[in-house]
């Protein structure tokens, strides 16, 4: 595997893409609801953590640590199981300043940007954290006062970027057929990649595919292949 590029662990994808994202990029993990975003972005953090003795900082916005965790050991990632390998998955919990935030009278006490940031940077230093995940991106919209959402943004962007580790967002898509990766229609162009997750009806069965829609400086195809879980391991089936 090329060095420099942060493996998915998704059967059959990473050769698909010149050994898997490239380190430090800022990607968005995008569908609608329902897709496994949350399970593919902890899977990738699971696995690096396993396999490559990574540690990863997931952030949630929206469901709490406890159902995370429950959900994930249900799938087989159990973070106790990483206890010998010396690295692992820290879990900020954001949700329980959310609803302290939400007690107190005056909302915009919080900057939430800042307050992300300045909390995954604490940890990034203290464990030496190497991966990001933000969950979700429309959690944050619902929080933060964006008065400017495409300037906003863009700096939310950079901030991201100056923390110096591969940061993976997932991004709600409201309105999938509208192709529209995030909810202002900038994130698109800000984010080094793209992975879309989509569901498919066919006749009484619901398939669930992914494509790499964009990812910088790699060589890929856009195909949506479909995505299987086999209760541990996800994988695509290319034929
Ligand atoms: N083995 C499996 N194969 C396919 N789907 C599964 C499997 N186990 C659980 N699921 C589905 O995955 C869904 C949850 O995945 P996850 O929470 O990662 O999705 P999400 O896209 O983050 O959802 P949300 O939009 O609610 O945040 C569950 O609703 C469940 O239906
Ligand atoms: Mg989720």
């Known amino acids: 595997m090329a060095e420099g590029r942060l493996r998915t662990f998704v059967g059959?994808?990473?050769t698909r893409m010149e050994g898997g994202?490239?380190?430090k990029y800022v990607t968005l993990i995008c569908g609608r609801a329902g897709t496994m975003k949350s399970t593919l972005a902890y899977y990738i953090l699971f696995n690096n953590a396993k396999i490559k003795k990574k540690r990863g900082i997931y952030v949630t916005l929206e469901q709490t640590r406890v159902s995370l965790l429950e959900h994930m050991i249900k799938l087989g990632m159990d973070t106790q199981?990483?206890?010998d390998s010396g690295s692992g998955i820290v879990v900020i919990d954001m949700t329980r300043l959310r609803k302290e935030t939400k007690a107190k009278t005056v909302r915009e006490d919080i900057n939430w940007v800042d307050s992300i940031i300045q909390t995954v940077d604490s940890y990034r230093m203290k464990y030496s954290c190497d991966i990001l995940v933000l969950d979700s991106l429309a959690a944050l919209y619902s929080l933060a006062t964006f008065s400017n959402p495409r300037s906003d943004i863009f700096f939310f962007f950079e901030r991201l970027r100056e923390l110096d580790m591969s940061v993976i967002i997932i991004s709600e898509m409201l309105d999938p057929d509208k192709e529209l990766f995030g909810m202002f229609g900038v994130e698109d162009?800000?984010?080094d990649g793209i992975i879309h997750l989509d569901l498919e009806k066919s006749g009484r069965r619901v398939n669930l595919f992914l494509s790499v829609f964009k990812m910088r400086k790699t060589n890929h195809d856009r195909s949506y292949y479909p995505l299987m879980f086999?209760?541990?391991?996800f994988e695509i089936i290319t034929d």
Request: cysteine-free.
């Open 12 to 14: 059959g994808l990473d």
């Open 21 to 23: 994202i490239p380190e």
């Open 81 to 83: 199981t990483l206890a």
């Open 189 to 191: 162009f800000l984010a």
């Open 230 to 233: 086999d209760g541990t391991k």
